[in-house]
């Protein structure tokens, strides 16, 4: 198995662009969670999916920030427009049930 | 909502020490406790986990204790390796929410 698969790894942008984060979670895995990572604040759930429904996304700091999913085996994160304080890893996870989560090797936002 | 606080932020113990890392949760109603370990670069790994109506649990040199009186819950590392050397994450699960403390970076000294 690929384990969970993000793209890209890495990311540079200037503050006001557009930024797509993207995940492959593992086939079958009913769950898939968006991860926000920073030194100040540690691990942050943003969002989470059942059965491609957003059933939790309370965690989404501002309307800046949405995802998608639009089928079992992909998910999107936007952030428009994009702010130097959403640098960040953001993580992507998945699972059978909400208990054992599987990382993926997140992306590494950079906005200038 | 569930908080998890984890002591320390650091710890450095001699490679062959035992490394023990403490967490407390502050919602009775959580029910499973998962320890992840996170290499540079890499996403966090579960290494181990503990449900609320179990009190230890071992795997190899890798133990977990949880008091649900006190919602204290511990990871213990025995005969500690170089390759041990990462942060090391609890959480706490309430509902379908894992909520995880701020981490504890390990160090193997030679």
């Known amino acids: 198995d690929a384990g969970v698969i993000q793209s890209p790894r890495h990311e540079v942008t200037e503050m006001g662009q557009e930024v797509t984060l993207r995940c492959k979670p593992i086939?079958?895995?009913?769950?898939l969670f968006w991860y926000r990572q920073t030194m100040m604040r540690g691990l942050e759930l943003l969002i989470y999916?059942?059965?491609?429904?957003?059933?939790?996304d309370s965690g989404m700091p501002e309307d800046r920030f949405s995802a998608k999913m639009p089928n079992a085996s992909f998910s999107t994160l936007k952030i428009q427009p994009s702010e130097p304080r959403d640098s960040a890893v953001y993580f992507c996870?998945?699972?059978?049930?909400?208990?054992?989560?599987?990382f993926g090797p997140g992306t590494r936002l950079t906005v200038l | 909502g569930e908080n998890v606080e984890q002591h320390p932020s650091t710890l450095s113990v001699q490679e062959g020490d035992s490394a023990v890392i403490k967490c407390t949760y502050s919602?009775?109603?959580?029910?499973?406790f998962p320890w992840y370990k996170q290499e540079l670069g890499k996403g966090p790994q579960l290494i181990i986990d503990?449900?609320?109506?179990?009190g230890e649990k071992k795997d190899q040199r890798i133990a977990v204790t949880l008091n649900k009186t006190a919602k204290h819950f511990s990871l213990h590392i025995t005969e500690t390796q170089p390759e041990d050397s990462a942060v090391y994450f609890c959480?706490?699960?309430?509902?379908?929410?894992?909520?995880f403390g701020k981490g504890t970076r390990l160090h193997i000294l030679p």
């Open positions: 086939s079958g895995h009913d769950y």
């Open positions: 959480a706490a699960r309430r509902d379908d929410k894992i909520i």
């Open positions: 996870a998945s699972s059978l049930s909400v208990d054992t989560q599987y």
């Open positions: 919602d009775s109603a959580s029910n499973y």
């Open positions: 503990i449900r609320s109506n179990v």
């Open positions: 999916f059942n059965n491609n429904v957003p059933i939790d």
